[in-house]
C-alpha cells in the first residue's frame, strides 16, 4: 500500500473520539479507524522507514501495533494515567537497536488535532538509561560534544527538553563545564508543526525528513548512549 497521506476526515474522525471517548462508539466505527488511521499509518511506516534506514540502516521500522505503532487503547490501570479509554492522539516510532522501543534512540512522530510533534532522542529515562547518560556525560568531552549538537540543533530552529531535576547528582557540580546536562529527564529535540500537513503524503515525508536529517547528531548521539546501558 502507498503511503499518499492521512485522510481529510482523520483530524476530525479523532475529535470525534474526544467527543465520544468510549468502548461502544469507538468499536461502532473501528472500519472508520482502519481507513483514517491504521491503515496509511502502517504505509507510513514503510515508506518513512525506507527514507530513515538511508541515515541509518539499523532503524527499526515495523508496520505493527507495539512496534512503530501504538495501541489506540490505552492503559487506563497504571496510576495517574490518563483515564480516557481511546487515544486522539496517533504516535509513530522508529527505533534504533535491540532495547525497549522506548528507551533506545529514535525518530518520533504524533499527530492530534492540535498539533503535530515531531522528535528525536529519548524523551525520557527509565532508571537504566539515566544512570548510562549520566555516566557517559561524565566525561567532559561527551558533555561537550552534546552541548555542541544542541546548541546546533536550536540554531537550525528546533527546540529541546526543558531540565527536570534541580539538584545535581553524585558526581556533578554547577562549575564543572555544561554540567547542567546532568540534570535531564530525557534527552530529545523536537518540532511543533501544523497538523494539516498529515494529509498530504509526500510533503509530509519530505518535511519529516529534513528535520530528522537536521537532528541525526543527536540520534547518533543517543544511541552511543544506549548502547551503555546495563539492563535491573
Known sequence: MEFSGFGKKTLSFLKAIRKNNNKEWFEAHRKEYEELILNPSRAFVVEMGEHLQALEPTINAQPKINKSLYRIYRDTRRMGANKEPIKSRIGVIFWQGNTKRMQ??????????????????????????????????SDESNRLKLRAILDEIVAKGYSHLEKGYKRYPRGFSEDMPSSDLSLYKGMATFKMLNPKLIEDGAKLINTLYKIYEDMLPLQQYMYEVSLRVKEE
Not at 528525536?120 to 529515562?125: E, I, L, M, S, Y
Request: glycine share 2%; no cysteine.
Open 104 to 137: 533506545s534512540s529514535s525518530f518520533y512522530m504524533h499527530f492530534s488535532p492540535d498539533e503535530l510533534y515531531v522528535a528525536t532522542g529519548v524523551r525520557w529515562f527509565e532508571k537504566p538509561m539515566l544512570d548510562a547518560f549520566r555516566e557517559y556525560i
